[in-house]
């Protein structure tokens, strides 16, 4: 079979298709024949060897998120069975969904509705289940508060602005680098759009919430960032810290939190699953139950070949990325 190899840590050229042999079920796992797997910012953080909660084994073949049908099941397995459509969550031992195939767990497999497209499948966990859980968990937003979404025409930041309107925020602003990406978040529900490189848009996300500061404020980049977040954030507001992008350290001085009784909480979807799977499944199948009704839409950029990996990876690091990258093997020659 085909996947993607990383054998060194480095840039998008790292990431090799090659012919490996196809891994069979052990006792309580499941063999996935791959139909999509999404592309997102962790697998470019792991590539480049930056800090990561998961160690990644070298040889690894990256891809935390996927969704295909089930080949094959081992000893043990009754939960799942042959041609279930799935989606799978892979964690940190170096074997994910860039592949043909892929080895899950049956903890971290779900069986998807029939009327749930695969390709959208694939992004539900890392970008729709983090934007769910940040906004409504980690940040308890509430209905009329005010909210601030950065990288707002990637995965993470469409499913926060379509996620904060239907959870009733009162004022979304988005955060996006260039003015043809602010125009898309816009498009995509946002009240207002910033330019999230300028070093004064905490000013304006003041401005824009009549002085006082936004009530819930996501923070990706970390670094420098994280200070501007915080200048950013409004009385009682939360901070919740979900990457770091820039690929730079943040300090916290817990004493400025106090006089305006402000919160900084972490966010690491993969936990959820792992320490309180009954609610991270509550979560999955309420993005997924808002997809089928469709009242949220999720934004494929495009739909690539194994070979395609390293384009993509590319393209997000350049932050040129509109939506979600999606691998489909089968769009792979002689797959």
């Known amino acids: 079979m085909k996947a993607v190899l990383l054998h060194a840590h480095g840039g998008p050229e790292a990431l090799k298709v090659e012919e490996v042999a196809r891994p069979e079920p052990a006792a309580d796992q499941v063999l996935i024949r791959i139909e999509a797997a999404s592309v997102n910012f962790a697998d470019i953080v792991r590539r480049r060897g930056d800090p990561y909660p998961l160690a990644t084994p070298l040889p690894a073949i990256l891809g935390s998120e996927a969704a295909g049908v089930i080949e094959a099941v081992g000893e043990g397995v009754t939960a799942f069975h042959l041609g279930d459509r799935v989606f799978a969550l892979f964690g940190g031992n170096g074997l994910g969904g860039y592949a043909d195939y892929a080895l899950a767990g049956v903890a971290d497999v779900i069986k998807l509705d029939p009327g749930l497209d695969l390709d959208i499948a694939s992004t539900l966990v890392v970008a729709g289940v983090t934007a769910f859980q940040m906004l409504n968990h980690a940040g308890r937003l509430k209905a009329g508060e005010s909210v601030f979404i950065p990288g707002a025409a990637g995965g993470v930041g469409g499913y926060a602005i379509q996620l904060a309107k239907i959870l009733g925020a009162g004022r979304i602003i ?162």
């Open 174 to 335: 988005a955060g996006a680098s260039t003015p043809e990406r602010r125009e898309q978040a816009l498009a995509r529900g946002a009240d207002d759009a910033v330019d999230y490189t300028s070093p004064d848009w905490p000013r304006e996300v003041r401005r824009l919430t009549g002085g006082r500061g936004a009530d819930v404020v996501l923070d990706m980049a970390g670094g420098p960032v994280f200070e501007q977040s915080l200048a950013a954030l409004g009385p009682f507001g939360r901070l919740v810290v979900y990457g770091s992008a820039s690929r730079a350290p943040s300090s916290l001085i817990a004493q400025r939190l106090m006089p305006f009784n402000q919160s900084v909480i972490g966010y690491y979807v993969s936990h959820w699953f792992s320490a309180r799977p009954a609610e991270a499944q509550q979560a999955f199948d309420e993005v997924a139950a808002l997809v089928l009704e469709g009242r949220l839409k999720v934004e494929v950029a495009a739909r690539l070949p194994l070979e395609g990996a390293a384009e993509a990876h590319r393209i997000m690091e350049s932050r040129q990325a509109t939506g979600k990258f999606v691998l489909k093997p089968a769009l792979s020659a002689a797959s």
